[in-house]
């Protein structure tokens, strides 16, 4: 059955400080680099490997990205590239505290719109699945277009909130026939791998 694996880069400062990174070009800090080290053997001695890599030009998820190609069997040079798959554009808030978000609107913050990320997402996700020969494709990008795509591809059924959470340093697969995702096992390598299973 085709496969669709969505990753979330590793930790970076801004992480840690709790601050929206959004479409800021913030970089892995120590810990972010050996969560993906850590994730990249844990694939390899799965036997995990991927058809195609697909990656948000952010460096955050362009190094994770090169950190798990190196481990899976997967040319670095043939990682690509999708500026679809970039972070929510959260406007002015980029750069503030996470507490700081709701003391105004999305609108007044002048973020981009849930409904024009999961376009987007899904969009940046679709025109690579017919590389899927089997291995699956891995996208790594961010926690916010990560969710709009799973809420996009699930058709609705599953809904976009803070509840629906990527860890850093793991991977969630998606399965699918047709066009339908029928089943979704998240932060596969988090301990406990229970399968959602969509009529």
């Not at 026939?177 to 299973?197: A, R, W």
């Amino acid at each position: 059955m085709p496969k669709i694996y969505l990753m979330r880069h590793g930790e970076t400062d801004w992480n840690l400080e709790k601050r929206l990174q959004g479409q800021r070009d913030i970089a892995l800090n120590a810990n972010g680099m050996q969560q993906m080290r850590e994730l990249a053997v844990r694939l390899r001695d799965r036997g995990i490997s991927f058809d195609r890599i697909v990656s948000s030009p952010l460096c955050r998820a362009w190094e994770s990205a090169k950190t798990v190609a190196s481990q899976t069997g997967y040319s670095v040079e043939d990682i690509v590239c999708e500026p679809l798959l970039k972070e929510r554009d959260f406007g002015a808030a980029e750069g503030i505290l996470y507490r700081e978000r709701h003391t105004r609107s999305d609108g007044e913050w002048g973020m981009e719109s849930i409904e024009e990320l999961r376009f987007r997402a899904l969009s940046g996700i679709k025109r690579h699945l017919g590389a899927d020969r089997g291995n699956g494709v891995l996208f790594v990008a961010h926690g916010s277009v990560l969710k709009a795509a799973l809420v996009a591809l699930t058709e609705g059924k599953i809904e976009y909130n803070d509840v629906l959470q990527f860890r850093q340093g793991d991977i969630s697969r998606l399965e699918y026939s047709g066009e339908h995702v029928t089943e979704i096992h998240m932060n596969l390598l988090g301990g406990s791998d229970s399968p959602v299973f969509l009529s």
